[in-house]
């Protein structure tokens, strides 16, 4: 039996929900913990079927023991987030996420609980990510490990400690007037990250409205540089796009390989961040560009349109 608690996060694609229940099936969990989101007010005919019929399958899954929470408003993805951690960390010190657009490989739960078990007193990390978006999409490790260690915290599929999460998170990230100064000035980021964590979270404090959750906890990570251990192979995908999107991914990051991992796994003792691996990630995503270069690069496509 399967003893981490895992949460799994669903709303309106039933085959996706099916698919990943019958995945679960096969590792044979001790505990899931089940959430849908409520129904939108704007929500189309069909919105409103596939809502229906994936609360139906969620009712009738009962071949694991399993708490299922259903939602009568909408919360959004920023409090439902929270809500569901907070749900789960009443009662769990350790659980695995994954919501009903990532597919993960079985290796994928048994490389997350041996890292929760690994490094369950190590208060430098605090983030276990499932996908690996290097190998993801050259097909290749980008060293030889068979895990590394990285500054972003990235979401298909991951898993955490309780109290980590609870001694850093806040979604409405309160303290970042206090912080602001200091982040920005951080030697550890380079000027694109910092355009880019600054537009954000200037957004994210001014509009408690907005529906974003993640940015924060990448803020917290990279504010007291926590750090995010990540599978040397890529151990889940991303299948959002196809069914019902609820929010953007960049193209080059769907439809990735992946790989299942192999056991036993060999001790990354360089416990620093892998710089080839940031820089991947900041090149093709977290390095926002100057006004300058924002608007030449919109002037350039609008004369290659015309």
């Given amino acids: 039996m399967f003893n981490t608690p895992i949460i799994f996060l669903t709303y309106k694609r039933p085959r996706e929900t099916q698919k990943i229940l019958n995945i679960l099936i096969k590792i044979n ?16 005919k069909i919105d409103k079927k596939n809502h229906f019929e994936t609360k139906e399958i969620i009712k009738k899954f009962n071949k694991v023991k399993s708490k299922k929470k259903f939602y009568k408003i909408n919360l959004g993805q920023k409090r439902i987030g ?3 951690l907070k749900n789960v960390f009443n009662n769990e010190d350790r659980c695995i996420i994954l919501e009903d657009d990532c597919i993960p490989e079985l290796g994928f739960f048994k490389y997350c609980n041996l890292m929760l078990k690994k490094y369950n007193k190590d208060n430098t990390i605090a983030h276990i990510s499932g996908c690996n978006l290097y190998y993801g999409v050259f097909k290749k490790k980008i060293d030889n490990n068979d895990y590394l260690f ?40 380079k000027k694109g990250e910092k355009r880019f964590f600054k537009y954000y979270l200037n957004k994210i404090y001014n509009n408690k409205n907005l529906s974003i959750w993640d940015t924060q906890w990448a803020y917290y990570n ?14 889940i995908k991303n299948i959002g796009f196809n069914s019902a999107p609820t929010g953007q991914s960049a193209k080059k990051f769907r439809n990735l390989f992946t790989k299942n991992i192999k056991f036993p796994l060999k001790t990354n003792n360089n416990k620093i961040f892998n710089s080839k691996y940031d820089k991947y990630l900041y090149d093709n995503f977290y390095n926002r560009k100057s006004l300058i270069n924002r608007i030449f690069n919109k002037l350039k496509l609008k004369l290659k349109y015309f």
């Avoid at 969990?29 to 704007?42: A, E, H, L, S, T």
């Avoid at 850093?168 to 970042?176: A, L, S, T, V």
């Avoid at 007037?177 to 030697?187: E, I, T, Y």
């Fill in 222 to 235: 990279l504010l007291h540089d926590l750090k995010t251990i990540v599978p040397g192979v890529n151990l």
């Fill in 29 to 44: 969990p001790k505990k899931i913990y089940i959430f849908q989101d409520g129904v939108k007010k704007n929500f189309t």
């Fill in 82 to 84: 929270y809500e569901m």
């Fill in 150 to 189: 990285s500054k972003f915290p990235q979401f298909m599929g991951w898993a955490t400690w309780r109290d980590r999460w609870q001694k850093y998170y806040d979604p409405n990230i309160e303290d970042w007037p206090k912080n602001k100064r200091k982040f920005l000035n951080k030697a550890s980021l």
